[in-house]
């Protein structure tokens, strides 16, 4: 692509088998790092950045280490590849709607505003989730299913649906699905 992407996802981060979500997220970021290993091999990195880098998958590093982890790898594709990584985050409301304790929160907020305020290391940031974003952000924009001037990024578009149906030997009668689903 053109621009390198840091994905997390929070899909994970919450579990009743973990002993907090602290913990998931955790696990998320050192997956995130696992997927840019490749930055352990950059000229244009430093021997301590390369250590942070192989104690932030081993699972070694700090807390604090974690919480701005995302702003960390953001700067550290910058110097290696010289081009600003786009940042996603995939479902970053989840382990907010969850009950969680204060640190806890305190912990995804951290990393959050830090991944994402004043970050000039990332191209664009991009959130995704069903809950508005928490105070704290700068310039976000909100786009939804019912925003009618993005509505063709959400759902399937009538051909889509026609394939669909197709590709799983449907039966039925379309445009009853199309009726109800709007195509």
Known sequence: GQYPVIHLDFKNAYSDTLMNTTDGIIDALKATYKRHEYLLSSSQLSEKEKQLIASLIDGNASLEEYATSLKTISELILKSENISPLLLIDEYDLPIMSEQSQKEIDFIKRLLSSALKGNTAIKKGVLIGVMKMFSGLNNLRTYGILDKNHAE??????????????????NGDINEVIHWYGG
């Open 153 to 170: 990024y959400f759902g399937f578009t009538l051909e889509e649906t026609k394939q669909i149906l197709s590709d799983y030997h449907f």
